[in-house]
Nanobody, 115 residues
Framework: QVQVVESGGGLVQLGGPLRLSCAAS????????MGWYRQAPGKQRELVAR???????NYADSVRGRFTISRDNAKNTEYLVMNSLKPEDTAVYYC?????????WGQGTQVTVSS
């Protein structure tokens, strides 16, 4: 059974850094592209960043240059390092495969940026 567990969220000040982690199980992690997604209050969930199984990355325009996605296939874990955080980055952050599987969303981790 596929399971993803996000962690690392919290309350951070404007401009601060934060690192999110996602531990995945139940599938062959190294074979799958992965993504980080977020959903802000009143908005649809959106793709923030994605990484292929070979490590090629792609970012939403709103986070490019500030966020870095990475993965450790030996640990079945992906990461999202977020720098220069803005209030508009406040959201629940989720990890999932890319493209995402509707059945496999985790609980997410809340990121709140205070100004």
């Amino acid at each position: 059974q596929v399971q993803v567990v996000e962690s690392g969220g919290g309350l951070v000040q404007l401009g601060g850094p934060l690192r999110l982690s996602c531990a995945a199980s139940g599938f062959i992690f190294r074979n799958r592209a992965m993504g980080w997604y977020r959903q802000a209050p009143g908005k649809q969930r959106e793709l923030v960043a994605r990484i292929t199984n070979g490590g090629i990355t792609n970012y939403a325009d709103s986070v490019r240059g500030r966020f870095t996605i990475s993965r450790d296939n030996a640990k079945n874990t992906e990461y999202l390092v977020m720098n220069s955080l803005k209030p508009e980055d406040t959201a629940v952050y989720y990890c999932n495969t890319y493209p995402p599987s509707a059945r496999d969303w985790g609980q997410g981790t809340q990121v709140t940026v205070s100004s």
